[in-house]
Structure formats: C-alpha cells, structure tokens
C-alpha cells in the first residue's frame, strides 16, 4: 500500500473545489440593457441580446435552485394504505372443465427390445475401445523407449 507523499493527487483535477473557491476561466462582463427606446437587441444566438444570469447561489459549482418541482406522489388509497391484497373471485360452477378442443392419441408401444442383440452390441463396442487404448499405449511406450535411448547413448 502507497502512503501519500503530500504531493497532488492524480485525481485532483476531477474534485469539487472548496465553496469559497470561484472558477477561474473568465466570465463575460454583463451588457447593460437598452433604455427606453432603443432598438430591441437581436436574438439571433444563444445568449445574445439577454444579460446573463448572475448566481444566486455562493458557488458557481453548487446545485441549480431554478429547477420546477418534481410530480406529486399518487395518492395513498384510503383503506390506511398498503396492498389491498387481490380482488375477490367467483368460483366456477361444480363439474366445471375447460372445453377440450383436440382429443390428443393413446402413446404408442414401443417396439420389443432384443436384450441379446444388445449384449452383444456392447461387448463388441468395449472390445474395441481396449483394442483402440492398447494400441495407443504401445505408440507411446515405443516412442518413451526411443526417447530413453537417445538421451541414454
């Protein structure tokens, strides 16, 4: 861990200055307005004809007091507030069923299963999976005997 030196800090640029600090870019001296009749000034851009605002507020960094209040909260209902719970429901009639539409077919049976014919499949299937690793362990034991050798001699 880093103990501060007294140095500035490289995130000193992004924090909020004290309030007694003002910024230090200039800001444009406000125009005086017209007197009566003078011509009107133009307003063609943003900020042109109209003085501008001075802050109301002791730091030019603080929040906005212009802004319009927010919407009222929705009313509370008056049963004291809180979830009512559900409304309530009418039972359907006794024997009542939804109406069926599409009568769905039995399952069909399955074919007989030939549990010899399986056996069968299945040893085969093993012996050839030991003939497949046998094979692998004697590449590999040749190649480790090959390697042995030429590091031997």
């Known amino acids: 861990m880093t103990t501060p030196s007294g140095a500035s800090h490289e995130d000193d640029y992004w924090r909020r200055p004290p309030e007694h600090v003002r910024p230090t870019s200039p800001t444009p001296a406000p125009t005086p307005s017209p007197g009566p009749g003078a011509p009107a000034a133009s307003t063609d851009g943003p900020g042109l ?4 605002a001075t802050p109301t507020s002791p730091s030019p960094w603080a929040a906005p007091t212009d802004v319009p209040a927010s919407a009222p909260a929705p009313p509370v ?16 009639p006794p024997g009542w069923r939804p109406p069926v539409h599409l009568q769905a077919n039995p ?3 399955l074919p007989p299963q030939d549990m010899e ?11 050839l999976t030991y003939v497949v690793g046998a094979v692998a362990g004697a590449v590999l034991l040749v190649l480790l005997c090959l ?5 031997l001699f």
């Not at 014919?117 to 012996?127: I, P, S, V, Y």
């Open 49 to 52: 004809g109209a003085p501008p």
């Open 77 to 92: 209902p008056p049963s004291g507030g809180g979830y009512a719970g559900p409304p309530p429901t009418t039972p359907p």
């Open 107 to 109: 399952p069909r049976t």
């Open 117 to 127: 014919a399986m056996d069968a499949a299945e040893q085969q299937a093993q012996r």
């Open 147 to 151: 390697l042995c050798s030429r590091a």
